[in-house]
């Protein structure tokens, strides 16, 4: 393998870039994680995550993937055979509802083409039909990060209540959280699942909930088997800043630092940020010729663009190629848009000259690969961000 010198480009939509402040936060020796100190750092951390999920309610943080939070939510407020409600919006929505069968659970699943969120006219028809409120739960991925398409959470929630439906609304926030508006409380959201490894720049390795009331005093009645995953076992240990088992120690200070970074520089700014990395990624790709996965501009993603190969190339040959010449990792196509779309993530401790050289990066690989697309795809986005704040 060839020698690549200079800083390896990152352009996956998660895990994100690590802000070197927060690789010096995860560099402390560890402590005692039934120590006095602990308890303190515990405490700020779940009021972090409120700020950051705009919720007072509870937070749960397990020493796990994003799946695992996924599984938390689940188990935590549903019982065997439960009926739920869930939408073919992308791979991550597929996987979810791929565990909640394995759970037992009788999925719905509202299929879908992977280039459109939920419709919320769908989610009311089907809430309204639904008669005997046998419908439990409906469970929505917010930022789909396989499609670069985001699901209007806030239309949904309202689609919900036209209806007067009494199901759970549950909605994965993994890479929409310190990204996208989000707001849990005010959106009415029982169950927010989040992660680590997106808009928290941290590595992977948390998993959390963030949980409204009525799920709450759901989870006291849902019969479906839990031990690890159990919320009310977490939030006993955490009332005195403890785990219920050993948590991912230095994660935790990587989590510290980077609610820190998120409190400097304010989520309304964040979100700003990635809107217009994101305008000027889609620049970009139109001005290239190509198509921008995403078909609704309503629905356009912050955090990651998919964009669909030229005619007669192969996404997955072109990111090799972007690899080895320019050593750029960019996102595959997942499931169902495998070899058919390359994703650059644009999500993070991420900026404009980073942004520069990503798409610069695309485009010198678009043009070794012979592939038909047509030049000024970078200067079309340094003028937007050179045009507008
Ligand atoms: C939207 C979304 N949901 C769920 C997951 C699964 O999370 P994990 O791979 O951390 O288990 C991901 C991972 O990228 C994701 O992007």
Same mark, same amino acid.
């Given at each position: 393998?060839?020698?690549?010198?200079?800083?390896?480009?990152?352009?996956?939509?998660?895990?994100?870039?690590?802000?070197?402040?927060?690789?010096?936060?995860?560099n402390r020796p560890t402590v005692d994680h039934?120590g006095p100190e602990f308890a303190r750092l515990?405490?700020?951390?779940?009021?972090?995550?409120?700020?950051?999920?705009?919720?007072?309610?509870?937070?749960?943080?397990?020493?796990?993937?994003?799946?695992?939070?996924?599984?938390?939510?689940?188990?935590?407020?549903?019982?065997?055979?439960?009926?739920?409600?869930?939408?073919?919006?992308?791979?991550?929505?597929?996987?979810?509802?791929?565990?909640?069968?394995?759970?037992?659970?009788?999925?719905?699943?509202?299929?879908?083409?992977?280039?459109? @969120?939920?419709? #919320?006219?769908?989610?009311? /028809?089907? !809430?309204?039909?639904?008669?005997?409120? *046998? &419908?439990?739960? =409906?469970?929505?991925?917010?930022?789909?990060?396989?499609?670069?398409?985001?699901?209007?959470?806030?239309?949904?929630?309202?689609?919900?209540?036209?209806?007067?439906?009494?199901?759970?609304?549950?909605?994965?926030?993994?890479?929409?959280?310190?990204?996208?508006?989000?707001?849990?409380?005010?959106?009415?959201?029982?169950?927010?699942?989040?992660?680590?490894?997106?808009?928290?720049?941290?590595?992977?390795?948390?998993?959390?909930?963030?949980?409204?009331?009525?799920?709450?005093?759901?989870?006291?009645?849902?019969?479906?088997?839990?031990?690890?995953?159990?919320?009310?076992?977490?939030?006993?240990?955490?009332?005195? @800043?403890?785990? #219920?088992?050993?948590?991912? /120690?230095? !994660?935790?200070?990587?989590?510290?630092? *980077? &609610?820190?970074? =998120?409190?400097?520089?304010?989520?309304?700014?964040?979100?700003?940020?990635?809107?217009?990395?994101?305008e000027a990624t889609r620049r970009a790709v139109?001005?290239?010729?190509?198509?921008?996965?995403?078909?609704?501009?309503?629905?356009?993603?912050?955090?990651?663009?998919?964009?669909?190969?030229?005619?007669?190339?192969?996404?997955?040959?072109?990111?090799?190629?972007?690899?080895?010449?320019?050593?750029?990792?960019?996102?595959?196509?997942?499931?169902?848009?495998?070899?058919?779309?390359?994703?650059?993530?644009?999500?993070?401790?991420?900026?404009?000259?980073?942004?520069?050289?990503?798409?610069?990066?695309?485009?010198? @690989?678009?043009?070794?690969?012979?592939?038909?697309?047509?030049?000024?795809?970078?200067?079309?986005?340094?003028?937007?961000?050179?045009?507008?704040?």
């Amino acid at each position: 393998m060839s020698i690549q010198r200079g800083r390896h480009f990152l352009q996956i939509p998660g895990p994100t870039n690590v802000p070197d402040r927060v690789l010096r936060a995860l560099n402390r020796p560890t402590v005692d994680h039934r120590g006095p100190e602990f308890a303190r750092l515990t405490r700020d951390l779940l009021e972090g995550l409120q700020q950051v999920c705009k919720t007072s309610g509870k937070i749960v943080i397990y020493p796990s993937s994003g799946t695992g939070a996924w599984e938390a939510a689940v188990v935590n407020t549903l019982s065997p055979g439960d009926k739920v409600l869930m939408f073919e919006t992308g791979h991550f929505a597929t996987m979810w509802r791929n565990l909640a069968v394995r759970l037992g659970l009788q999925v719905d699943f509202v299929p879908g083409d992977w280039r459109r @969120g939920v419709d #919320p006219a769908v989610v009311e /028809t089907q !809430l309204a039909e639904d008669r005997g409120r *046998a &419908i439990k739960a =409906i469970m929505v991925v917010h930022n789909e990060t396989s499609t670069g398409v985001v699901s209007r959470v806030s239309e949904v929630r309202k689609a919900i209540d036209r209806v007067g439906h009494p199901a759970l609304f549950m909605v994965d926030s993994i890479s929409s959280l310190a990204l996208t508006d989000y707001r849990h409380d005010e959106w009415g959201i029982d169950v927010t699942v989040g992660s680590s490894q997106k808009g928290l720049m941290l590595p992977p390795g948390l998993g959390f909930n963030a949980i409204g009331e009525k799920a709450l005093a759901t989870s006291k009645s849902a019969r479906l088997p839990r031990s690890y995953w159990d919320w009310e076992a977490m939030m006993n240990a955490n009332q005195t @800043g403890f785990f #219920p088992y050993t948590p991912s /120690t230095n !994660l935790l200070y990587g989590l510290k630092e *980077a &609610i820190e970074m =998120i409190r400097e520089e304010g989520l309304e700014k964040i979100f700003a940020r990635h809107n217009r990395l994101a305008e000027a990624t889609r620049r970009a790709v139109r001005a290239w010729g190509l198509e921008v996965n995403c078909l609704n501009p309503q629905e356009y993603s912050n955090s990651v663009t998919a964009v669909r190969a030229p005619e007669g190339q192969n996404a997955d040959a072109l990111r090799k190629l972007i690899l080895e010449r320019f050593n750029m990792s960019l996102g595959n196509g997942l499931g169902k848009l495998q070899g058919k779309v390359f994703r650059i993530g644009h999500m993070g401790d991420f900026n404009e000259l980073m942004l520069a050289g990503t798409l610069s990066g695309v485009e010198m @690989g678009l043009a070794l690969a012979g592939a038909p697309f047509k030049k000024g795809g970078v200067q079309a986005a340094i003028d937007y961000l050179a045009g507008n704040e």
